[in-house]
């Protein structure tokens, strides 16, 4: 799953441990220029099914994750 924030930062959900080389479990952000955010670090320990910004540019998700 794919969703956009307000500054044009990429969030991807899915069931991955791993992007280019640094981990990342079920969820990461892309900076604009397609770079991984690295400030950015969800706490997910599983799979991200779905990922969806609010009007208030509030990240929300779903899966089968546990913290």
């Given amino acids: ?3 956009q924030q307000a500054d044009g930062k990429i969030l991807l959900a899915g069931d991955f441990t791993a ?3 640094a981990t990342r479990i079920g969820l990461l952000r892309l ?4 770079s991984l955010d690295a400030g950015f670090v969800a706490n997910t320990n599983l799979a991200v099914y779905a990922v969806a910004v609010q009007s208030n540019q509030k990240i929300v998700i ?6």
Avoid: E, K, R, S
């Avoid at 900076?31 to 397609?34: M, P």
């Avoid at 779903?62 to 913290?67: I, Y």
């Fill in 19 to 21: 992007f280019n080389g």
């Fill in 1 to 3: 799953m794919v969703a």
């Fill in 62 to 67: 779903t899966g089968d994750f546990t913290m």
């Fill in 31 to 34: 900076n604009n220029d397609g």
